[in-house]
């Protein structure tokens, strides 16, 4: 029984690389509130966080990085060959990202929570979760992912999948298995068929949208349905430079969402997005020649960080092109600055800024929200 009130709690858990993170965000489309667990531990290591000084004063200063911060290569390389080592991490962390998890769920406005841990089933949140899902993929499908996703060289990948606890335990704990062999179709109708079984409240029914007028910009979140006209959209006003198909937004949609910009009823832009631990990102932008930016924009900022708000967003990142860079005024009237990933200060916010920018692409910043989870103590 979950331990929060009018929350439904799926507790998520596999192995590594079998694809949890793919299936959380699938929950997340159907309207599920998604917290990951190991991005919230790898906060809590921070050097604005609570669980620095502690870790470093149990492993050493010899994991500290030319910045101070703890290196988690070299930190993995004493835990995952030392299980005490291990255990002694854990008893820091743990605790941390529980207070964290609860924090988080006490504040959304959805009645569907997805705590997403490799660790689940041996920490304390499986006794707080109405159900556990595994997500189950093949040991070679594993060993690819890491190598091709982590830069694992394939010893490295194989000796990271073994010394894992074996997935037997996690399947005989599941209350739903997804099978996840790569195919994101696949495991969507997996994903979606459990979801219409879960004891959700009844959705409120809610008046029509009225008639937009002519001429109005309206913007709408993104299904998997809408698949392949996003796959058209994108191909047509990038002249083919882009070339998308309807298997490559689907694969997408494993890892972001799109909102979809209207105009008279005819699509007009597309916005690719995530918030991924607490930071929104925002990496594709495609809008149809002569719509008017000083409307769209504004329409578009304010969805997606209405909808970024409900995540729980505390950072907004906003990569752009520089053909779109040169609409200064217009991005810094809806609160966008130009930044340097340096200048963001906190260490999460830059490491999404690393990992997530385009090619050739500026980033801007916004600040959501000013309290943080897992703020210094």
């Not at 793919?22 to 290591?45: C, N």
């Not at 001429?215 to 006209?229: H, L, N, S, Y």
């Not at 000083?294 to 909808?307: G, K, R, S, V």
Request: aromatic share 6%.
């Amino acid at each position: 029984m979950s331990r929060w009130a009018r929350k439904y709690v799926i507790g998520l858990t596999g192995n590594v690389a079998t694809g949890k993170s793919v299936v959380r965000k699938m929950l997340e489309h159907l309207g599920a509130y998604g917290i990951d667990a190991d991005a919230l531990s790898h906060r809590a290591m921070a050097k604005s966080a609570p669980g620095y000084a502690l870790v470093v004063e149990t492993f050493g200063a010899w994991i500290l990085d030319a910045e101070e911060e703890i290196d988690r290569n070299r930190l993995a390389k004493v835990v995952f060959s030392d299980p005490e080592a291990l255990t002694k991490l854990e008893s820091i962390v743990h605790p941390l990202v529980e207070h964290a998890i609860d924090l988080l769920i006490r504040r959304s406005t959805q009645s569907v929570i997805v705590i997403e841990a490799i660790k689940l089933l041996e920490s304390n949140l499986a006794s707080g979760c109405d159900t556990v899902w595994v997500v189950n993929a093949p040991e070679s499908l594993q060993i690819s992912r890491l190598m091709h996703k982590r830069n694992f060289s394939e010893a490295g990948a194989l000796q990271r999948v073994q010394v894992q606890e074996s997935q037997a335990g996690k399947l005989q704990a599941a209350k739903i298995v997804i099978h996840n062999d790569g195919n994101f179709d696949n495991a969507w109708e997996q994903v979606q068929a459990a979801w219409v079984e879960l004891p959700k409240p009844a959705e409120p029914l809610l008046p029509p949208p009225p008639p937009s007028r002519p001429g109005e910009i309206t913007v709408r979140r993104g299904r998997p349905q809408d698949a392949d006209e996003i796959a058209r959209f994108i191909t047509r006003v990038t002249h083919g430079r882009r070339r998308m198909m309807r298997q490559d937004v689907m694969a997408a949609f494993g890892e972001k969402a799109y909102l979809m910009i209207q105009r008279d009823n005819k699509l007009a832009g597309v916005t690719g997005w995530q918030v991924e631990n607490l930071i929104t990102r925002i990496d594709e932008l495609y809008f149809e020649a002569g719509l008017p930016l000083d409307q769209t924009i504004p329409a578009l900022m304010q969805t997606l960080e209405e909808a970024s708000m409900e995540l729980q967003s505390e950072a907004s990142l906003l990569f752009l092109p520089p053909v779109l860079a040169q609409h200064v005024s217009t991005w810094r009237a809806v609160g966008y600055k130009p930044a340097t990933i340096q200048g963001l200060g906190v260490r999460a916010w830059q490491e999404a800024a690393i990992e997530s920018m385009p090619r050739g692409a500026s980033l801007w910043f916004k600040r959501l929200r000013e309290d943080r989870i897992l703020k210094p103590l």
